[in-house]
């Protein structure tokens, strides 16, 4: 085996961490959302304690990457809009959190 | 392991945020103040009801608009409804066991009917307090219910009237002075949002 060929099969744990949701707002509101069913844009804002720009921007890049869906229903005849981790966004949350957990107990004393 | 312990607590923490604002202390102590200002004799309607609708009218139209709208997953769900169905059960037994008064018998003295009416009413709001997860009510509860005792058995065994603005009245008030302060600080840290186009 040459050495490229080491190097490559040898993945380093950081790696393969998902960069998307590792951003610290991205990960508040992923981790928020993987603990109820749905909740609004206003729960979340008030929960985690981001602005409504930045939270927006987040919210923006995780429906991007189809792990966020935004549902409209009616509420007291009003529309509303509630946001929800989609089961992409739940796996990839949850292998997220084996991939942390690996590299932290992989880290030297 | 350790991941699952920061969801839960997170889940709880979330949970926890939805009886924000005070409304609680609210209630109870207007429950409480008017037992202690009629000296025990408000009618049942006023004196459980209007409390109720001050927690759900508050609820609707103060707190809500300003925390969002949130639907918890199934596991809190399925504790909501035991907690509702357990609540069921026990305010059944209640009624049964004030409606015959052959069941109270079992204990004897006139101090039985205030025992069980304060266990019960203790028993209620522990039921609530534990699965809500608000520990707040095990104190109000605590507080009632010695305030029930004191009254009652003073009345019953000494003949004495103690005042109802002392048993009640007096801690009523500073609860519900609690609960007001604890509301203006939520809506002060809480503004409502302006309506925004498509409901966010």
């Given at each position: 085996?040459?050495?490229?060929?080491?190097?490559?099969?040898?993945?380093?744990?950081g790696e393969?961490?998902?960069?998307?949701?590792?951003?610290?707002?991205?990960?508040?509101?992923?981790?928020?959302?993987?603990?109820?069913?749905?909740?609004?844009?206003?729960?979340?804002?008030?929960?985690?304690?981001?602005?409504?720009?930045?939270?927006?921007?987040?919210?923006?890049?995780?429906?991007?990457?189809?792990?966020?869906?935004?549902?409209?229903?009616?509420?007291?005849?009003?529309?509303?809009?509630m946001?929800?981790l989609?089961?992409?966004?739940?796996?990839?949350?949850?292998?997220?959190?084996?991939?942390?957990?690996?590299?932290?107990?992989?880290?030297?004393? | 392991?350790?991941?699952?312990?920061?969801?839960?607590?997170?889940?709880?923490?979330?949970?926890?945020?939805?009886?924000?604002?005070?409304?609680?202390?609210?209630?109870?102590?207007?429950?409480?103040?008017?037992?202690?200002v009629?000296?025990?004799?408000?009618?049942?309607?006023?004196?459980?009801?209007?409390?109720?609708?001050?927690?759900?009218?508050?609820?609707?139209?103060?707190?809500?608009?300003?925390?969002?709208?949130?639907?918890?997953?199934?596991?809190?769900?399925?504790?909501?409804r035991?907690?509702r169905?357990?609540?069921?059960?026990?305010?059944?037994?209640?009624?049964?066991?004030?409606?015959?008064?052959?069941?109270?018998?079992?204990?004897?003295?006139?101090?039985?009917?205030?025992?069980?009416?304060?266990?019960?009413?203790?028993?209620?709001?522990?039921?609530?307090?534990?699965?809500?997860?608000?520990?707040?009510?095990?104190?109000?509860?605590?507080?009632?219910?010695?305030?029930?005792?004191?009254f009652?058995?003073?009345?019953?065994?000494?003949?004495?009237?103690?005042?109802?603005?002392?048993?009640?009245?007096?801690?009523?008030?500073?609860?519900?002075?609690?609960?007001?302060?604890?509301?203006?600080?939520?809506?002060?840290?809480?503004?409502?949002?302006?309506?925004?186009?498509?409901?966010?």
């Amino acid at each position: 085996m040459t050495r490229q060929q080491h190097n490559t099969d040898r993945q380093q744990p950081g790696e393969t961490i998902d960069r998307l949701i590792h951003e610290p707002a991205r990960f508040i509101i992923m981790a928020h959302l993987y603990v109820v069913e749905s909740a609004d844009f206003l729960f979340l804002m008030r929960q985690t304690g981001l602005t409504k720009g930045n939270l927006s921007s987040h919210m923006t890049r995780l429906e991007e990457a189809g792990y966020l869906e935004v549902i409209k229903e009616f509420l007291n005849k009003k529309p509303h809009t509630m946001l929800r981790l989609t089961d992409k966004g739940r796996k990839a949350f949850d292998e997220y959190r084996r991939t942390m957990k690996q590299v932290l107990d992989e880290l030297p004393e | 392991m350790s991941n699952d312990i920061y969801l839960k607590k997170l889940e709880k923490k979330v949970w926890q945020s939805t009886s924000r604002g005070g409304l609680l202390e609210v209630a109870i102590g207007i429950n409480m103040l008017g037992n202690g200002v009629s000296q025990y004799t408000l009618p049942f309607s006023l004196s459980i009801l209007l409390p109720l609708a001050i927690l759900f009218i508050g609820y609707k139209y103060l707190i809500l608009p300003r925390t969002g709208h949130v639907k918890f997953g199934v596991d809190r769900i399925a504790t909501v409804r035991k907690t509702r169905i357990l609540l069921f059960i026990v305010v059944l037994f209640y009624l049964a066991i004030i409606t015959f008064p052959g069941l109270l018998r079992f204990v004897t003295g006139d101090l039985t009917p205030v025992i069980v009416t304060g266990f019960y009413t203790l028993i209620l709001f522990s039921i609530i307090a534990h699965f809500s997860e608000c520990r707040r009510l095990y104190i109000y509860a605590s507080i009632w219910f010695a305030g029930h005792l004191l009254f009652n058995y003073a009345k019953i065994q000494w003949g004495v009237i103690v005042g109802g603005l002392v048993v009640f009245g007096a801690p009523g008030f500073i609860i519900l002075l609690i609960g007001l302060v604890m509301l203006v600080r939520f809506l002060q840290a809480n503004p409502a949002p302006p309506e925004t186009r498509g409901g966010e």
